[in-house]
């Protein structure tokens, strides 16, 4: 590739088919945490790649486990980019995959 040569897109397919939040306040709004989880995991995945699909061979996880707590917080935003950053750690190789 020459110095004026833009690199090549590479392209991410998540998939997440459920994401259950038990034991938060009814006060916590699902659309506002989906709104911030998808802005802050997109964020994410641009910047820092998703080193599990590095070498482009498709990765399925049924679920992740051992992955970093969310904050005690009724902020949907807050929330929503802890749960995409403990999302992305999973897909960083940290956690379990089960």
């Known amino acids: 590739m020459g110095l004026n040569e ?20 009814a006060r916590v709004d699902p659309d506002r945490v989906t709104a911030s989880f998808e802005r802050e995991l997109t964020r994410l995945v641009r910047d820092r790649g998703v080193p599990l699909a590095a070498d482009g061979t498709p990765v399925h996880l049924d679920a992740l486990a051992g992955l970093p707590p969310l904050p005690r917080t009724t902020s949907p935003a807050r929330l929503g980019e802890a749960l995409a950053r403990s999302v992305h750690a999973g897909l960083t190789g940290r956690g379990e995959a089960r």
């Open 6 to 25: 833009p690199e090549p897109q590479r392209s991410f397919r998540i998939d997440i088919g459920e994401l259950v939040l038990d034991g938060f306040d």
